[in-house]
């Protein structure tokens, strides 16, 4: 062997690169560290907060109104006074997305919230209790797992009319089997190990237990899933608002846009391209955010 | 032994885990020698590196995040590691090419030795055995690789194996799922044998199995040790396992090799006060003493380790001169080292 | 074997009756008056009241479940308010499009995507892998409605190579499948590769290459019937999901398949339609999910021993 070098000046060498690690963190501050380190997650995270203070800010950065209609500006492609393009009605369609982040981003986050406390909630009690409670909850599960769930949320909607709340509801029911799922397999995993049992004998309570052992030990997999569950979320609520469900033209949800301007594809197709790109990147944002995460909180898979 | 006939030589060892959070020093300048049909015990607690120096010999590091830093390994004369540099530049793509034609060189002549010449057992033998084939098949699946043989002699030979270590051949065409952690284990050993190697790498090849489970396991070990003259690299933290089977002992601690000896070496005449702490650890039948003497403290960070004798912190002799630099190995006594400033600057023994 | 897959189907019966529970409360909430949306609007009260009789409607409401439940039995799903003709026919004619452009996209997305993300699995970190991710990535993230009017714009509008709409030919058959194609691919890839990254990691995989095994025989031999273990269990879910998708895609593309019934129906507000739909697919999901089980115990030993125990002789612990 050509390069031996002494342990002495491998340890030297090894001193200089100064590397330091303080100890005694928690796995959680453990996973955040690494997750600040993950290029794919901060670029997630960026492109999503981008699309926060776009929602928050929307009057201000929309140069035109939603519902402004223009006659004579009417399936104007991109340019720069209409950086999108307009539509059919003359209406600015870079407004119109711009006003589109106030639909899907939140209603899929406020879902993704329902959805993992009732969900959530249910995986956790299955799970923690077993037996005839798993049982019964499961099979409930089964059932509504025997839909899709994107014809569940339409079948929702469809009951209950078009409007926000109401999808709501269905956007939630459709998240709602996939989270008790998940979490119920998080928390077998740990349900069986030694502290929850010792907390059981000396007389903690099952709620306690659950919420003092239980969630704080399977966040990591809840919280990876949720992300996964608003980017389907997204794509489900666009989907409807395509369809002609829940949130309708004019409203200006990015598949109600799409919705609208589909007919006109053929002669003015950037009034398709754009909202559609709107969807995806939200998506995609969502996704790496997850994809970041998995790898951050899970570095076995890494 | 004799000095000449090394069927294994590791000569100043260095591999080191770069991760994210910084390189973790798993082994550091180890060398040590197997010779034929002998035992060897490698003893270190959790996270010294005793695994690692396993699969180094096996070629089997999981690279990355290991990187062989320095060292060389010689199996029957034979040199393992890469001598082209590793190269670290984006545009080195010379240097690569080189690195990379050199390990797949080496891969081949790795395919070869691996459980013809040297085999090696895992730790769990709950997981080192596939669930989805057959136990026979898997003992079937090295002969076949190894040795010029028609499937049915390979299944034949196969069947010999699962008898050789106790098991009715009439359970080839179960899953292991259907074994007991034991029988298990048997097929392990089955597998590792059935092309009768030169050498044996056993990691920790009872810590998963019950006590009465771990002492059939040992025997049968060493009855075939005795039956093919196969030389056995024992990985354990146990010192009673070492006492059982082994003729040499060798002590790693962070990733170091502190003392090496035969077992009255270690046994009787230890010196290095990490063995001593080791054995003082443990509870002993004939000692009255009502307390056990675990060591102190623990093992540095292997991220961080010490410019000076990694177990400065932790000893109960250290003096000052133990503080300049790292501890050499010496010989105390003829095939027994140690690695301590203090031990060999008392002159303990002659 | 045969107890396990009986046992399998006899278990429908519990989660399709909780499915016509569903539908049954469904159709008591849903607004509108079938009366009303059934006749014609010139239509006499006294007519009315008949068919409100004969529906059933003056019963309680348990007695309206009970009959509901009957009548599925007998393969009553309603009468369309359309066309006025009975859902269950008008569903039966448009399974086998449904089935074809489901199994068909998900036969090809498993034959491409499968090795896609072993391959990226085994290549971890490399730049084949780095592309199939992002790949995976978007693929996942684009909606299918979107993608599919793209493909159209593409294929179809601009270099005119494909029809745009579905019409009986074969070759129409390439954008729906293709539409709906692309998302299962990606989940299924991004799958298959995160089961691979774990079994790789396993220690049988470090015995097989202890043996002395070639990396390839190692990943073919020994990893990949592991993989295809997770890989079979989802495609229950992947199935579901494609027939989700094709509520959309059929639409688009106007391939008259149970999506573009259902979707029609949401848009018209026709409920026996929509409910007849529901029901039809739930109990498709269920079928599929039997043989994806049924398939599971094949692949994997440990579940084929579980389900035969008693058929086999029982395994004596020797040690």
């Given at each position: ?20 690690k ?88 406020i ?66 089997q ?7 397999a ?16 000396i ?100 | ?34 010779a034929?049909g002998e ?28 990187h ?148 059939q ?134 | ?11 429908i ?16 909430v ?38 509901y ?42 034959i ?50 494909l029809?745009?709409m579905?019409?009986g ?11 709906i ?44 019937r592991n ?34 019934y ?58």
């Amino acid at each position: 062997m050509s390069k031996i070098t002494t342990p002495a000046m491998v340890k030297l060498n090894k001193k200089t690169k100064g590397r330091h690690k303080e100890t005694g963190n928690t796995p959680m501050q453990e996973g955040l560290k690494r997750l600040r380190k993950n290029k794919t997650a901060m670029a997630g995270m960026i492109i999503i907060l981008f699309l926060i203070i776009i929602a928050i800010f929307a009057p201000l950065i929309a140069p035109y109104g939603y519902q402004e209609q223009s006659y004579t500006e009417v399936r104007l492609g991109p340019s720069l006074q209409h950086l999108f393009g307009t539509d059919h009605l003359g209406r600015d369609i870079f407004s119109r997305c711009v006003y589109g982040t106030r639909y899907s981003l939140p209603i899929g986050l406020i879902c993704t919230l329902l959805g993992l406390v009732i969900g959530g909630g249910l995986g956790l009690v299955a799970a923690y209790f077993g037996g005839r409670t798993d049982n019964i909850i499961m099979r409930i599960i089964d059932i509504i797992q025997a839909i899709p769930s994107i014809l569940l949320c339409i079948a929702l909607v469809a009951i209950l009319g078009n409007g926000m709340w109401q999808l709501v509801v269905a956007i939630t029911a459709g998240t709602i089997q996939g989270m008790t799922k998940n979490v119920r397999a998080a928390v077998f995993m740990v349900r069986n190990n030694e502290y929850v049992n010792s907390s059981k004998s000396i007389g903690v309570s099952d709620f306690q237990i659950m919420i003092r052992h239980l969630v704080p030990n399977a966040v990591g997999i809840i919280v990876i899933n949720a992300v996964g569950v608003v980017a389907t979320s997204i794509l489900t609520i666009s989907s409807l608002s395509y369809l002609g469900v829940g949130l309708v033209a004019p409203t200006p949800e990015w598949g109600a846009i799409l919705a609208e301007g589909k007919q006109y594809m053929a002669v003015a197709p950037h009034m398709v391209y754009f909202p559609g790109l709107m969807i995806a990147i939200t998506v995609v944002a969502f996704y790496l955010f997850g994809n970041g995460l998995r790898d951050a909180l899970d570095p076995r898979l890494k | 032994m004799a000095e000449n006939s090394k069927l294994l030589e590791v000569k100043n060892l260095t591999v080191h885990y770069e991760t994210d959070e910084g390189i973790v020093e798993a082994v550091n300048d180890i060398s040590f020698h197997i010779a034929p049909g002998e035992i060897l015990g490698v003893v270190g607690e959790t996270g010294a590196g005793k695994t690692t120096i396993a699969r180094s010999i096996m070629g089997l590091l999981p690279k990355p995040p290991a990187h062989v830093i320095s060292g060389s390994i010689q199996i029957e004369g034979q040199e393992m590691l890469s001598d082209k540099p590793e190269s670290k530049g984006f545009f080195d793509f010379a240097q690569k090419r080189a690195r990379s034609a050199d390990e797949r060189r080496l891969e081949r002549i790795y395919r070869e030795i691996r459980g013809k010449k040297i085999s090696m057992m895992f730790q769990d033998p709950m997981t080192a055995l596939n669930p989805v084939l057959y136990v026979g098949d898997q003992i079937a699946e090295v002969i076949k690789i190894h040795e010029n043989v028609s499937e049915a002699q390979a299944r034949e030979r196969a069947g010999e194996m699962l008898e050789l270590v106790g098991i009715p051949a009439d359970r080839y065409k179960e899953y292991p799922h259907q074994f007991s952690g034991g029988m298990k284990q048997r097929v392990v050993i089955a597998i590792a044998l059935a092309c009768h190697p030169n050498l044996i790498i056993a990691d920790e090849p009872t810590t998963a199995l019950d006590v009465t489970i771990q002492a059939q396991i040992l025997e049968m070990l060493r009855d075939l040790q005795k039956k093919f003259g196969t030389a056995i690299m024992l990985i354990t933290h146990d010192f009673g396992v070492v006492a059982e089977i082994c003729d040499r002992c060798m002590v790693i601690y962070a990733g170091e090799k502190v003392e090496e000896g035969t077992l009255e070496d270690i046994f009787d005449n230890r010196v290095h006060p990490y063995t001593v702490g080791l054995f003082d650890s443990m509870p002993d039948m004939y000692d009255n003493s009502l307390r056990l003497k675990p060591i102190k403290g623990l093992m540095p960070n292997p991220m961080d380790l010490p410019s000076y004798c990694s177990f400065y912190d932790r000893c109960s002799v250290r003096c000052d001169a133990c503080k300049d630099g790292a501890p050499v190995l010496r010989e105390i006594n003829r095939g027994h080292f140690a690695a301590c400033s203090a031990a060999a600057g008392r002159g303990e023994v002659e | 074997m045969v107890k396990y897959i009986i046992k399998r189907i006899l278990y429908i019966i519990p989660v399709m009756f909780g499915i016509i529970v569903m539908v049954f409360i469904m159709k008591a909430v849903t607004p509108g008056d079938p009366v009303l949306e059934l006749l014609p609007l010139t239509a006499t009260e006294e007519s009315k009241e008949n068919l409100r009789e004969e529906l059933g409607l003056n019963d309680p409401i348990i007695v309206q479940f009970g009959k509901y439940v009957v009548g599925v039995l007998h393969g009553d799903l309603g009468t369309s308010y359309k066309t006025k003709q009975p859902v269950l026919s008008e569903v039966a004619e448009r399974l086998p499009n449904t089935i074809i452009l489901a199994v068909w996209a998900l036969f090809i997305a498993q034959i491409i995507a499968t090795p896609l993300g072993i391959w990226a699995a085994v290549k971890q970190n490399s730049a084949v892998d780095n592309i199939i991710v992002v790949f995976t990535m978007f693929g996942a993230s684009v909606p299918n409605f979107w993608l599919a009017l793209m493909l159209i714009q593409w294929f179809a509008i601009n270099l005119g190579w494909l029809p745009s709409m579905y019409n009986g030919s074969l070759i129409s058959w390439i954008l729906p499948i293709s539409a709906i194609l692309v998302g299962s691919i990606a989940h299924t890839a991004r799958a298959a590769r995160t089961n691979m990254l774990e079994v790789i990691r396993q220690d049988y995989i470090m015995t097989a290459r202890a043996k002395g095994q070639k990396e390839g025989t190692v990943i073919f031999k020994h990893a990949f019937r592991n993989t295809l273990i997770p890989v079979i269990a989802s495609i229950g879910s992947a199935l579901g999901s494609l027939l989700g998708g094709s509520l959309i895609v059929e639409q688009i593309f106007a391939v008259p398949g149970v999506g573009k019934y259902i979707s029609d129906a949401v848009s018209a507000r026709n409920y026996p339609a929509l409910q007849g739909g529901i029901i039809v697919i739930a109990l498709l999901c269920c079928i599929i999910n039997i043989i994806v089980d049924v398939l599971y115990t094949v692949v994997d030993p440990r579940l084929k021993t579980t389900f035969m125990k008693s058929s086999k002789k029982r395994v004596k612990e020797a040690v």
